[in-house]
């Protein structure tokens, strides 16, 4: 489903209020008062006046929004409820259902209908999902991977969220389907779905998900105090400070960059205190809060607030995990979420629905991202706090979904839920005995732990059956399937090896993230994100050298061919299933801005973590010594998801472009309609 926390930005930088400008303001604040001296006479003098005029004024306006609240779309007497699992397989649902272990996904297959759901083209899970909400594929709607570059810098950045002008700006280029079911005014509510930062204004209620940053301005980055020698490696992750163990440490917690008035960009930090209680126990002092934490105990909810200048609060929430009191020191802090109470940013539509939300459930995970994944990669957390984590989000999820259900009488409600996603790419190796970090002594609940989240989302389905009616409309899906992975595949080591890609410095072993070290001179391609090759194209690349046209499409068949003989030698078996040229899984207005080529990795080998920053390792391809041992970045055609309703499905195989189609037809556009809207899939219900 995601990059983990990697983050080739650096977040977002909040300009603060330089000299000249705080001086403006006191000046006009100066000139403002003068005049409401002046003002508040006016009014007293014309006192009837004035209030007369008030009162027609607020008259006029509430027959103004009478007429249009009158103004009926489609009414549906109904409701629509979507369930979004990320990552079901049907190589695990379907032997689970035949042994009766997911009882309530074997009742609505039985009463309605089940399916393999194809994916889109690549399988990434913001690609899948954008697919499923726009009905269209990449080239329309504009989401085709993680990491996207722009040919004019060779600059790398992150496609789940965007700002301009210190702002978040929508990233999905095509209308989605709770646009439609607003246009016609008919309720709906949309929980967590990815790439929704910023919320859309929809008719009911949005909380954003996949994209909404930290507090940094980042996808996830933890803070990590420690006593032992950090040595030289830097974490990917986060940020790791190595400490004195003392009675008292002055420790900080870090917040967003600001512009400073001298033009200096730092972060803006909050002092904290850690006691050493006892060889267990540590007191924490942070702002107004004093608290003991336990080694192996996660702390509740804290707040946090950074000040950013004169005008400027940026409120979050955290957590803290005492890994170790002693011998030595060590604590987790997990990433500042943003404050659902008061985000800075807006993360829901109403903006005041994540504050109620909150107030109806308790404080929960902002960040579109939320589990610990990465401080598990590097050795940071174990699995125990990360499934105690994993737990508490899920719990969230399921409290929001409680709540709407109850109170959704008729419309469309959407909940997704990620932690399907997350628990297989964690545990694969605990279920896959040729993956090189498998253990065949380990416990029994690491080794069940996958089929016990699918039990899981049995659950929520058998209690989601349970607030449907048989007018109402059920559809569950996931985005993608899942499987093991093995072998880290290096494409731009690839590259440089069979002459497309050279080094400026050819005698050094490998070349740094973000395409640093490469010689557009004599570069014809380049890898990033998970398995997208870009032709280094004249009049396109900023050091373009491949003519586009024939130039360009010979060279893409070439790359493809050689690609297609390139065979694991450890194992002895092919590596890629296919490689796929741009114009057969991208069309529309937006294709030509993506790879010219996309790799489908068999299963069990995937593109890198160098290869999506753009590095290039010595290596061409490595065991994946990585706790994220599972993945769905395979060729799609082997990866499909599942989908579920209780309506016959028409359709033999459908594809996740079908669903918004299939909602548009259930709120009353007709056929024609829905054929003008240019979707790549088609109504599979009725």
Not at 416 to 444: C, G, N, S, V
Request: glycine share 8%.
């Amino acid at each position: 489903m995601i990059l983990a926390y990697i983050d080739p930005g650096s977040g977002f930088v909040i300009t603060s209020l330089g000299a000249g400008l705080i001086a403006f303001f006191v000046s006009f604040l100066g000139i403002f008062l003068i005049f409401l001296k002046k003002i508040i006479k006016f009014l007293k003098r014309y006192k009837k006046w004035v209030v007369l005029f008030i009162s027609i004024i607020v008259i006029l306006g509430l027959i103004i929004v009478g007429v249009f609240m009158r103004k009926e779309g489609t009414c549906i007497n109904k409701k629509i409820i979507i369930l979004g699992f990320d990552g079901l397989s049907p190589e695990i649902i379907e032997p689970m259902m035949k042994k009766g272990e997911l009882p309530n996904f074997l009742r609505l297959k039985e009463q309605g209908s089940y399916r393999k759901l194809s994916t889109t083209n690549p399988s990434q899970s913001p690609v899948a999902w954008t697919g499923f909400a726009t009905g269209q594929n990449p080239g329309k709607n504009g989401i085709f991977d993680f990491i996207i570059r722009d040919p004019k810098t060779y600059g790398l950045n992150l496609s789940l969220s965007n700002t301009a002008k210190g702002k978040p700006k929508k990233v999905i280029k095509s209308k989605c389907f709770w646009e439609y079911t607003s246009d016609k005014r008919i309720p709906t509510v949309i929980i967590s779905h990815p790439i929704t930062f910023p919320p859309d204004k929809v008719y009911g209620r949005m909380l954003s998900g996949m994209g909404v940053t930290d507090i940094l301005g980042t996808e996830g980055t933890f803070t990590f105090y420690t006593t032992e020698n950090i040595g030289s490696n830097k974490d990917i992750g986060g940020n790791v400070f190595q400490v004195q163990r003392s009675p008292v440490m002055s420790l900080d917690l870090i917040g967003p960059k600001v512009n400073t008035p001298g033009n200096k960009i730092d972060n803006v930090k909050v002092p904290f205190e850690a006691y050493i209680k006892d060889q267990n126990t540590v007191t924490i002092k942070c702002q107004k809060d004093k608290f003991n934490l336990k080694v192996g105990q996660w702390s509740g909810w804290k707040d946090v607030t950074f000040k950013l200048s004169l005008f400027k609060k940026a409120r979050g929430i955290f957590k803290f995990y005492l890994v170790e009191a002693a011998p030595g020191f060590k604590l987790y802090i997990s990433p500042i979420n943003f404050d659902p109470r008061k985000p800075f940013f807006q993360i829901s539509y109403p903006s005041n629905y994540s504050r109620r939300l909150a107030n109806d459930i308790g404080l929960y995970y902002t960040q579109g991202m939320p589990m610990h994944t990465w401080p598990v990669n590097e050795g940071r957390l174990t699995e125990k706090p990360f499934l105690e984590e994993t737990k508490a989000v899920l719990k969230e999820k399921k409290e929001m979904l409680r709540l709407e259900l109850k109170r959704l009488d008729k419309g469309i409600l959407f909940c997704y839920f990620e932690t399907p996603d997350i628990i297989q790419h964690m545990f694969w190796r605990y279920i896959d005995p040729k993956h090189p970090l498998y253990e065949e002594d380990a416990p029994l609940e690491y080794k069940e732990m996958i089929r016990n989240w699918y039990k899981q989302m049995d659950q929520i389905l058998g209690e989601t059956l349970k607030n449907t009616s048989k007018e109402d409309i059920l559809i569950v899906l996931s985005d993608h399937g899942f499987d093991t992975f093995r072998r880290s595949v290096h494409i731009n080591s690839w590259l440089r090896k069979n002459g497309y890609l050279q080094l400026r410095n050819p005698y050094l072993d490998n070349g740094r993230e973000l395409l640093s070290d490469i010689d557009w001179s004599k570069t014809k391609a380049y890898s990033l994100g998970f398995g997208a090759i870009y032709i280094n194209q004249k009049g396109r690349e900023l050091k373009g050298i491949v003519a586009p046209g024939r130039e360009t499409e010979l060279l893409k068949e070439e790359i493809k061919s050689r690609l297609m003989d390139w065979e694991d030698e450890k194992y002895a078996e092919p590596i890629i299933s296919r490689v796929y040229k741009n114009e057969e899984i991208f069309w529309g207005k937006y294709s030509d801005d993506m790879a010219d080529l996309y790799v489908g990795f068999n299963i069990g080998y995937r593109a890198s973590w160098q290869t999506a920053l753009g590095a290039v390792p010595k290596e061409l391809i490595e065991d994946n010594l990585k706790k994220w041992s599972g993945s769905h970045l395979f060729d799609p055609n082997l990866i499909p998801g599942i989908l579920f309703s209780n309506q016959k499905i028409n359709k033999a195989n459908p594809s996740i472009y079908d669903i918004t189609p299939t909602i548009l037809k259930v709120i009353g556009y007709s056929k024609d309609e829905i054929e003008g809207l240019n979707f790549d899939g088609e109504s599979i219900l009725y």
